[in-house]
Every structure is written in structure tokens, then in C-alpha cells.
């Protein structure tokens, strides 16, 4: 593990809400490498933001760390306290929100925010401080004219950049990017996850890309871990997984979407809901959606299943169905 | 043809406060839709797309006369649509109904969802009672609310989002319209039930004979449902045509990059990006000559002076640049 950088073992994280507990991320395990950009996809409701928060003890209450191990490099974060996971945030692993306009005070300058967070963790003179946030702009691409602006005189593409300077200011080892162009039209989009991923090589990060846009993260990611209903249900190198999908959500997610570069698409579709989390589906969560699932699926949780070294499926009946197809 | 604008202008005037109105005699307008002109055949799916602020929303509740245009006309089905009023616009609904985006606000909370469906029913005249019931429960099995006894009686609260937008869809089409205005009607939908809502609306399509203006920021959406596209930027049509025309051989700067910034779910197929220079700019004081010159990556000195003409290179493919001639 010298190369680790993060590895989660049996997560669970619960809300405990009025209606029951929603257990938004039900052992969840995974483990990636320095430098590395795992995407973590899945719909609304699949738990994928709240595994983003869980790994920085940001689940808002009434939401809990249940169990489970989170080991960045050699420390295991759920061993630490409020005050010791402070020196981490942001300066070990950082975040970048999904809407910069709520991320960012409304009442400060944006050359100030950055200040404030390199003046918090590091032991440096307002104007060293002043000199980094200077360059972290000039990274992001804003003009130091700029510095002195306050958010709202910032387009929507230009906020999220501020947002990306903050996340990078204390040189992390590890960026959670929680749907980071989801409120941003397309060609603004790109720019920022060209951006994204400059700076990734450029500070040497590793990366976990929280989407529900299956489409952006062929070009970012290294890795993939596709959540349904609170677990990741396959996890996989980018290009093994969209050659042969193996779990039959993957393979009906990538079938249900429409490609730009195809003529003539036909689109499958996935019957059913998602499932409610305070009352998930016995068995497989997948089996009331699942065209392949058997009486097995119904009643038992299929176990983590490992059909080639670093990929991950969770189905009964991933082998037997690749012999249908 | 079934619908015909010309011209089609709106602009909103921007609020200004009670001091700014005395101090100065000028209102600023923000020129939401700048003269478009485009028809719509009968049983065709003609989308429109664009990026936000594009005028694409605003074109939609044009046409179903939800707002009243600055300028322009509309005609349907050889009748003229801009001016009616009361009565004759009530009529006028009959014939033209719209689905909206959201519909976590576009049904009545506090409305079953059978009488919600029914309402329009009513509002016409055109059924009451067992009448009105019976056409309902056919009306919710064609868009798959089955049991239909128990989404008659539900409240929108206890159904998903993608029941909700079928209990939206059944509204629009239980007067038996001919013109349905989409106005993105999957994007705030899970997106394991995207493809069946359109699965859906293209049943109901080819079922009830329905034409469509589908709007839509996700080009690659568009490219699966319709037959004809106008791309539209800052309340212009840049470029419009049989979607194998735009799509196969894009012409416009501004669609090639649009197309090219677009994910793909597919890490053999990479995309080209063509970079644009920052943002959309404001369409209060829109860009003069060709709105899109400051982007522009082909603009001269012409572009910035000269407003490009909507022109036919060949078989209704239509294209406004001056680098294209």
C-alpha cells in the first residue's frame, strides 16, 4: 500500500429520519491510488453525495457514520475527532461544491476567500498569503484584476473557477468534486473539466468525480464505482467497464443513454423506480428493475464479487449472463 | 404545415427601481427571442436547443400563448394565433398544450392526480362525471399509471418523478391536442427513466398523431427524438435543419462547438474540442453584428458590423454566418 491513497472498507452511513433510516451508503468499500481519478456514479438517491461528504465527516445531521473504516493513507478518519479532521480538510482533502454561488460568501471578495483559507492552515504573512491566492487565479484563469470582485459580479463558469483556486489552495493530495459542472451549460462545462484536469496533473491530486452524467467521466476518470440504491454495485477500470459492463444496472444504465455520436440509437430502457432507501428492496436492491434476476436475487444480498483483479461486480448471476448474451 | 412564426419577438423589460425610473427615461430590454422565424410540419418532432438564456423556453411559451410576443406572428394550421384573446384563446388551447420541465411544480399538490388529469376536461366543457373518469383511466393507462385505481386517487407527493411527468403528460394530452409544446420535459428526471418518458412521448406520438416542438438543452436528447433542429444562441436561430443535416455536418461555429463539448459515454470515442473564449454574454445589450463574433474562433472584421442572414445552403439546411457562403 505505498501507493494508497485512500481505501474505505464496509462504510455505512445512515439518516435517521422521521420516516426510518435511510441508509444512504450501505457498505460501501473501495480503494484508489495517488494521482488516480475515480468516478462515482449514480441517479439521485444513490447515496453518491453523501459517500463524497462521509470521507471528509461532512454527513449533515441526521445523518451518521455508522461503521466502517476510512484509511487516507496511513490515518483511518473515523478515528479522528472534530477538531483533528480540521487540519485535514482542506489541506489533505479538499472539496469542490456543486453550486459555487452557495460555497461562496456573498459579502467577501473572492482574492479574500482565498486568503482567509491559506491564512487558516498555514503559517505565512497576509501578503505571502496574498501572493498564493494571486497564482491560484492566475491557474484557474482570472485575470488579477479581478481579485477584489466580489461573487456575484462572477458568471457562473467564473464562480466555479474561484471554487476550484479554494479546493486547490493548500496543495491537496486528494479533491472530492461533488457534481462540479451539473449547473453549468455544456461548453462552460467542458472548459471547467479541462481545467480540472490540467490542475490534477499540474498539483499531482488525486481525484473522486461525483456525477449523475455517466458521459463526463469516460474522458476524466481512471475508475468508475457505480452506485445504486446505497452500494456500489460494480467498480471498475474506465475502459473495461464501458467495453463489458457486467452488472445488469451498468448495462442497462449505458444502454438507456443517448449517444451524440450515434445514428439511429435505440434506447433501452430500465423499468421500475428507484427504490425507496428507508425501505430498500430485499435480496438484490436491483432484482424489482433486474430483467435477469431469479429467486437467489429476491431473497439473498449477492455477494462482492472480484471476476479480475481491481474490478468489482455485485451479482448473482453476472458470469452465467455474460454466457446468454 | 401545422405551425408557422415569423418573426417572433419578445423582449421583457428589465425591472428597474423607483429611483433608477426617475433618474433615467431609458428602459433596458432583455431581447429574450430576436426574430425567429421557423415552421413546424405535421407529426414531425422539431426540437429546439440551445444553452440557457437562449430563448428556447420563451419561444415555447410563445407559442402556446403564455406570454404575449413583442412582435411577430404565429400562425396555426393557416390561422392566425398572435392576438386572440378569452374565449378564442380558450379555444385555441384545446388544440395546443404544453408539458413543462419540473413536474414537482407543475402539478397541484393538493390535487388527486385523476382530477388533475381531468381538469382540463372540465375547463372545456368537453366531459363531466362518469364521462370524465372513464377518459381519465384510459388516459392514465396510455401512459402506463397502471393501476390505474390507484394513481386516480394518489396525490403527487407519493408518486416519483417519472410518474409525476407521465401524470403531466397524460394533462397535456387528454383534450386529443395536436400541437404538444416539451419544454425539457426530461431533465429534472431520474435518468434510469429518461429513456422510457421518451420512449413514451414517441408512442403517444405515432398513437394520437401529435406534432412536437421539444425543447431541450441536451443535444444529444435531441438528436435521438427529433427530425428537424434549430440551434439557437442569445435569441437568434443560428442554424436549422433535418437533424442528420446539423448533426453530420454541422456548419455554424457555434453548433460544432456545441456539439463538440458534449460527453459521451464511450472512452473509444473521443471528442474534439473546439475552444470558445468565456461565456454567453448578457442579452440585455446583445453583441453587435453576428451575436456570436466575440466567441468566435472564424470571425472578421465583417462579423462584429454586419447582422448574418438565416440562409438555405441546400434542402432547407439553414445556416446565419458570414464565413459560410
Known sequence: ?325 | MILKVVDLTKYFPVQQSFLERLLSMRTDYVKAVDGINFDVEKGEVFSIAGESGCGKTTTGRLIVRLIEPTDGRIFFKQTEITSPKGEELRKLRKHIQIIFQNPYASLNPQMKIGDAVGHPLEIHGMAFGKDREQLVVEMLEKVGLQPTGKFYGAYPHELSGGERQRAAIARAMILNPDFIVADEPISMIDVSLRAKILELMNQLKHELNLTYLFITHDLAVAKYISDKIAIMYLGKIVEMGRKDAVFSQPKHPYTIALLSAIGIPNPKMKRKHVELKGEVPSPINPPSGCRFHPRCPMATDICSKVEPDLLDLKNGHLVACHSIR
Open chain 1, 1 to 325: 500500500m505505498a501507493e494508497g491513497l485512500l481505501r474505505i472498507e464496509n462504510l455505512k452511513v445512515y439518516y435517521y429520519t422521521r420516516d426510518g433510516v435511510a441508509r444512504a451508503v450501505d457498505n460501501v468499500g473501495f480503494s484508489m491510488r495517488k494521482g488516480e481519478t475515480v468516478g462515482v456514479v449514480g441517479e439521485s438517491g444513490s447515496g453518491k453525495s453523501t459517500l463524497g461528504l462521509a470521507i471528509l465527516k461532512l454527513v449533515p445531521p441526521p445523518g451518521r457514520i455508522v461503521d466502517g473504516k476510512m484509511f487516507f493513507q496511513t490515518i483511518d478518519l473515523t478515528d479522528l475527532d472534530e477538531k483533528e479532521m480540521q487540519k485535514i480538510r482542506g489541506k489533505e482533502i479538499s472539496m469542490i461544491f456543486q453550486d459555487p454561488t452557495t460555497s461562496l460568501s456573498p459579502l467577501m471578495k473572492i482574492g479574500d476567500h482565498l486568503i482567509e483559507t491559506i491564512i487558516a492552515h498555514e503559517r505565512v504573512t497576509r501578503r505571502e498569503a496574498e501572493e498564493k491566492a494571486l497564482s491560484l487565479l492566475e491557474d484557474v484563469g482570472i485575470l488579477p484584476e479581478r481579485f477584489n470582485d466580489y461573487p456575484h459580479q462572477f458568471s457562473g463558469g467564473m464562480r466555479q473557477r474561484v471554487g476550484i483556486a479554494l479546493a486547490l489552495a493548500l496543495n491537496p493530495d486528494l479533491v472530492i468534486a461533488d457534481e462540479p459542472t451539473s449547473s453549468l451549460d455544456v461548453i462552460v462545462q467542458c472548459q471547467i473539466l479541462d481545467l480540472m484536469m490540467k490542475l490534477k496533473k499540474l498539483y499531482d491530486m488525486g481525484m473522486i468525480l461525483v456525477t449523475h452524467d455517466i458521459g463526463l467521466v469516460p474522458e476524466i476518470s481512471d475508475k468508475i464505482a457505480l452506485m445504486y440504491a446505497g452500494q456500489i454495485v460494480e467498480f471498475a477500470d474506465i475502459n473495461s467497464f464501458f467495453e463489458e459492463p457486467l452488472h445488469p444496472y451498468a448495462e442497462a444504465l449505458l444502454d438507456s443513454v443517448p449517444n451524440i455520436q450515434l445514428s439511429d440509437q435505440k434506447l433501452r430502457y430500465i423499468t421500475g423506480n428507484p427504490p425507496d432507501l428507508v425501505n430498500p428492496p430485499s435480496g438484490c436492491r436491483f432484482n424489482p428493475r433486474c430483467p435477469h434476476a431469479v429467486k437467489e436475487c429476491r431473497e439473498k444480498e449477492p455477494p462482492i464479487i472480484h471476476p479480475e483483479p481491481g474490478r468489482v461486480v455485485k451479482c448473482f448471476r453476472y458470469e452465467e449472463r455474460s454466457d446468454e448474451d
